[in-house]
């Protein structure tokens, strides 16, 4: 659909674990295209698989348990055939990733600053790298002295720009970023993002944002994509599926966002039911269970993924139609 | 690339000097009263035996045949044994082979122990319970057989003692490494070590290990006193430094069949073991709870 090539193309993953209690299956048939230079906000429910697919570009699923096929192109080059020490020298190199909580992505008993050079040691041939750690502390808004703390003796939100520090020392081509405003307080993630944006243009790199939180995709993303039950269900440009969203389960995630206009005491909007057992997905679409316009067809089948307008793909049978308000055939 | 963020105006608080994990525990054991005073003994100990020609009166075989089995005097301070020699000077010489059998015996059932405990831990499955099984079938032997029969096999003398006495104590160590490693295995710093690129080796090393540690220091500590009185132990049973050479332990046994009439050569050898031990397990209790971080303030 680009002319110009992607920079991370996931091709009909798969991911299961195998467990006591079953097979998990947690990203099934993921089709996924990031263009350089963009930012990609990546949404969905806890359990629906994201961080997960980040592990898998990153190659870093633990195989007895877990099980991957499928193609994950970076570059061109397909990640699941490279050899360890070249994985190694991918991820963090060319790939990097903020975490979660800061709380406990610092090894606790290194100074943050070497940690910071750790990452510089890795990959690149910087001499001194200490006074590396120190430049990327002052781009990320730290005092350079506090480089000698211990990650007990920084903020939360301090933590977070440290791993953010770590993450781009050594310019990646791209940045994973896994919901890594969770953890803080609103405050914080306003500075926290509005840091991840500036960098992202300074350094130039790519960047897949995991969250759930719509209000962030809309504020640095290019393009969004919703997942659900290990599948993408709806990808489009951050404007047109803000504008109109075609799957139910995205114009639920938009219900459920919660508004300032309501009457207080009103209830929020929920999408009924919860996520499905990734163990025992259910027949036909998964959100089926849980979609109010759900037909026959839905439990049968799944719809697969079309484009509806330039760019805007929808897995569903029926998507919602913007124009009419009505829902359309699928025929 | 962008500027900076943050205004320079204050430099350097209370927070930025050196201040590892080290020198808080150093600062938290200060305050115990009980470990410092073990902590001098255990230096005191360790000064008595780095110059142990110095300080003591007389040779360890130094032979005085006027001066057989007499009580303490003002030449012999603490008395002279069956052969007439000095008690004191055995004593002080005596000291180089219970700190060396302590804290070598411990130092090995460290590196093997810890070894096995931190591979077993880390890669898990079928290589953990093949190690853990093997560390269990050791601790279904009693230690002392086990001690016996391994310095009977390697033959009587110090360095023999060392392996044996460490080798009954590896699952012990390899149990808690693997329990300290199962625990900071699956925190996020150790996968978000994994996607910065970093090695199995490097992320065993420098993420890994140093962060099980501290049970690991406390453990070993408490170890070193076990260990002397292994020693002690296998020494009074025969199996250990051979005679002359004093070791407290084999000065114990034969001092034995002289209780009733000479009970100062028994007592002394005893008391040495005792002081020695009680030091040691205050320090070991004194840095476990310097090391608890629940009791940071």
Redesign the interface.
Known sequence: MNDAQPLLDIRNLFVRFHTDTGVVHAVNGLNLSLRKGKSLGFVGETGAGKTTTALAA?Q?IQS?PGEMTGEILFQGRDVMKMTEPE???????KI??I???PM???????TVEEQIM??VE??SAVANTRERAREML??????P??G???PH?LSGGMRQRV?IA?ALACEPDLLIADEPTTALDVTIQAQVID?IK??QS??RTSLLLITHDLGIVAEICDDVAIMYAGRLVETAGLRQLYKKPLHPYTQGLFDAVPRLDTDPGEKLAVIPGLTPDPTNLPEGCSFSPRCPHARHVCHERSCGMKEYEPGHFVDCHFPLDFSSGNRGDGK | ??G???N?T???NS??K????WRYTFIRLRRNYLAMAGLVVILLLALTAIFAERIAPYGYATQDYMMIRKPPSAKHLLGTDEFGRDVLSRLIYGSRVSLQVGFIAVSIALAAGGMIGAVAGYFG?KIDNLLMRIMDVQLAIPTILLAIVISSVLGPGLFNLMIAVGITAIPRFARLMRASVLSVKN???I?????????HTRVIL??IL??CMAPLIVQATINVANAILFAATLSFLGLGVQPPYPEWGGMLSAARPYLRSNAYLSVFPGLAIMITIVALNCVGDGLRDALDPKQKR
């Open positions: 990153l870093l007895p994985k190694r020298a991918f991820r963090g190199g990097a990733m975490f979660q909580d406990t992505s610092l090894n606790p008993i290194m750790e990452m890795l990959h002052t781009l990320v808004g730290i005092r002295e506090r000698k703390d211990y003796q791993g770590i840091l500036k960098l300074s350094v | 690339m962008g900076t963020v943050m320079k204050v430099t350097g927070f930025t050196g201040n590892s994990m499955g925190t996020e710093f996968e978000a070590a994994r996607a910065m690129g970093a090695s420098l993420y140093p962060n």
